[in-house]
């Protein structure tokens, strides 16, 4: 699970600098939408620091049997 979101932070971290790069923005309000990517990739930034915690406790406990 922690590789699923590590990839799904480096591609919504990508997708959000290539709609930064190319200005992309809403049609009517006219808001850019490189934001929402880089605050979707953020969101998914805590599940990984999770899994990596639970597989650092089980990596810990392992090595004390």
Do not use: M, N
Not at 8 to 14: A, F, M, P, Q
Not at 18 to 34: C, G, I, K, M, S
């Amino acid at each position: 699970c922690l590789l699923l979101f590590v990839i799904i932070v480096w591609v919504l971290t990508s997708f959000a600098h290539l709609l930064q790069v190319r200005h992309e923005v809403t049609p009517t309000a006219r808001f850019p939408l490189y934001p929402f990517g880089y605050i979707a990739a953020l969101g998914c930034l805590p599940v990984c620091l999770v899994y990596l915690s639970l597989i650092i406790q089980d990596i810990l406990k392992l090595k004390k049997k």
